[in-house]
């Protein structure tokens, strides 16, 4: 595909899904990605261990109607980041566009994101803005950004994960020449992000809208929970020892964190939609 005289390369999409997800929201993700203005020729979903049997229909039934189509299923749980790295060395192509398993991609979210990578091919990752958006209603409860340039990028990424994951695309190359994603079961994300900006990966964020991120009553929750509040701390420590943060964006990062874990469920919505979205 060809955009404003910029040739677009070829990409591979790569998801995971669990047991644990609905399989109505699995279909809709699926289909918001094979229905792209530049449609992917190789689509990577990793099982990540025994599914339902709603969900393995749904796999069964793309994986027989759309050539591009390539389940891999792993016979037990593994987790996040080695779900990604078998993903990763199964995708064909060098760009590869991250899709999470319960979110909406935009009509021309990889459009839109390889146009810019192929219009700066100095560049080994891109993100953009997301939408969240209640799953029952369907409303836009409000807009996540991220720092649009390498440097504001780099510096953003010394206490936070400079990118909405979910809008994450990056060069095949770059994730195996750092050794993928890390073994653990939370923040694997934002230790992948740091270990490519400190080997010298370039990034940028697109000022753009291009992925929904589906909201539930169980999303706070979560970021509330010992699990992950012991991952937080533990992925930020290790990105202190790597030397890329010092010890003040350790502290003040971990401090709020243990701050959101103690504080009455009833205020983590509001503390997190005031000051945690940007």
Same mark, same amino acid.
């Given at each position: 595909?060809? %955009?404003?005289? #910029?040739?677009?390369?070829?990409?591979? #999409?790569?998801?995971?899904?669990?047991?644990?997800?609905?399989?109505?929201?699995?279909?809709? &993700?699926?289909? &918001?990605?094979? $229905?792209?203005?530049?449609?992917?020729?190789?689509?990577? /979903? =990793?099982?990540?261990?025994?599914?339902?049997?709603?969900?393995? @229909?749904?796999?069964d039934y793309y994986e027989e109607n759309y050539e591009c189509f390539h389940p891999i299923r792993l016979k037990e749980? =593994? +987790?996040?980041?080695?779900?990604?790295?078998?993903?990763?060395?199964?995708?064909?192509? @060098?760009?590869?566009?991250?899709?999470? &398993?319960? *979110?909406?991609?935009? !009509?021309?979210?990889?459009?839109?994101?390889?146009?810019?990578?192929?219009?700066?091919?100095?560049?080994?990752?891109? +993100?953009?803005?997301?939408?969240?958006?209640? $799953?029952?209603?369907?409303? %836009?409860?409000?807009?996540?950004?991220?720092? /649009?340039?390498?440097? @504001?990028?780099?510096?953003?990424?010394?206490?936070?994960? !400079?990118?909405?994951?979910?809008?994450?695309?990056?060069?095949?190359?770059?994730?195996?020449? %750092?050794? +993928?994603? $890390?073994?653990?079961?939370?923040?694997?994300?934002? @230790?992948?992000?740091?270990?490519m900006l400190a080997d010298g990966a370039r990034g940028i964020n697109l000022d753009k809208t291009l992925v929904m991120?589906? =909201?539930?009553?169980?999303?706070?929750?979560?970021?509330?929970?010992?699990?992950?509040?012991?991952?937080? %701390?533990? =992925?930020?420590?290790?990105?202190?020892?790597?030397?890329? $943060?010092?010890?003040? *964006?350790?502290?003040?990062?971990?401090?709020?964190?243990?701050?959101?874990?103690?504080? !009455?469920?009833?205020?983590?919505?509001?503390?997190?939609?005031?000051?945690?979205?940007?």
């Open positions: 595909m060809v %955009v404003k005289n #910029v040739e677009l390369p070829e990409y591979s #999409v790569l998801m995971s899904v669990y047991a644990g997800e609905k399989p109505e929201h699995l279909r809709a &993700s699926i289909e &918001s990605m094979l $229905s792209q203005t530049y449609v992917t020729n190789d689509f990577v /979903l =990793v099982c990540d261990g025994k599914l339902t049997k709603e969900l393995d @229909e749904v796999v749980n =593994v +987790g996040t980041g080695r779900c990604a790295n078998r993903g990763i060395d199964a995708c064909k192509n @060098e760009y590869i566009v991250k899709m999470d &398993s319960d *979110d909406i991609a935009k !009509p021309d979210r990889c459009e839109r994101s390889l146009y810019a990578m192929a219009k700066h091919p100095e560049i080994d990752m891109l +993100g953009a803005y997301i939408d969240e958006f209640d $799953s029952q209603t369907g409303e %836009v409860i409000a807009t996540k950004k991220t720092p /649009l340039t390498n440097k @504001e990028i780099h510096k953003y990424a010394r206490r936070r994960n !400079p990118f909405n994951n979910q809008t994450l695309v990056y060069k095949k190359s770059r994730a195996l020449s %750092v050794g +993928g994603y $890390s073994n653990i079961k939370r923040c694997e994300d934002y @230790e992948f992000v740091v270990k991120y589906r =909201v539930t009553a169980n999303n706070y929750e979560r970021r509330r929970n010992w699990a992950n509040t012991k991952s937080f %701390v533990n =992925v930020r420590w290790k990105i202190f020892r790597m030397g890329y $943060s010092n010890l003040w *964006d350790f502290i003040v990062p971990c401090t709020f964190q243990f701050f959101i874990f103690i504080m !009455p469920k009833s205020l983590t919505g509001k503390i997190y939609k005031r000051f945690l979205r940007r």
